[in-house]
């Protein structure tokens, strides 16, 4: 999974030169963090949605999406998935609730 993520966030940096009349991405980037934002926010109510039916392609087919426009979010902010899964590295093995108590410290 992280081959196929760090592929992707190299994709999206390269997008980021790339022509709004012919890259979805680079459109995306050229409207600006809010516009993201808010695909994000339409992505993660069909991924809700999807769930909720209980279709598990339509579920896989959201959360792609959803993944998707997360990653272009994150290159537009000037992050690379490697560190998401870096933090995500850093949790692993540590129970949720001693997670977020170490963040009120």
């Known amino acids: 999974m992280n081959d196929v993520l760090n592929r992707l966030g190299e994709l999206l940096e390269q997008r980021k030169t790339a022509d709004?009349?012919?890259s979805y991405?680079?459109?995306?980037y050229a409207k600006?963090?809010?516009?993201?934002?808010?695909?994000?926010?339409?992505?993660?109510?069909e991924t809700i949605l999807?769930?909720?039916?209980?279709n598990k392609q339509e579920i896989?087919?959201?959360t792609a999406d959803l993944l998707f426009h997360t990653l272009?979010?994150?290159?537009?902010?000037?992050?690379k998935p490697q560190d998401v899964l870096d933090e995500l590295a850093r949790r692993?093995?540590?129970s949720g609730i001693a997670e977020k108590e170490s963040r009120t410290k």
């Open 92 to 94: 692993e093995g540590l």
């Open 60 to 62: 896989i087919y959201e």
């Open 20 to 22: 709004p009349t012919t």
């Open 72 to 79: 272009v979010m994150l290159a537009k902010a000037g992050l």
């Open 25 to 28: 991405v680079a459109k995306l």
């Open 32 to 45: 600006g963090m809010d516009s993201i934002l808010k695909k994000i926010g339409e992505e993660a109510t």
């Open 50 to 54: 999807a769930v909720k039916g209980g």
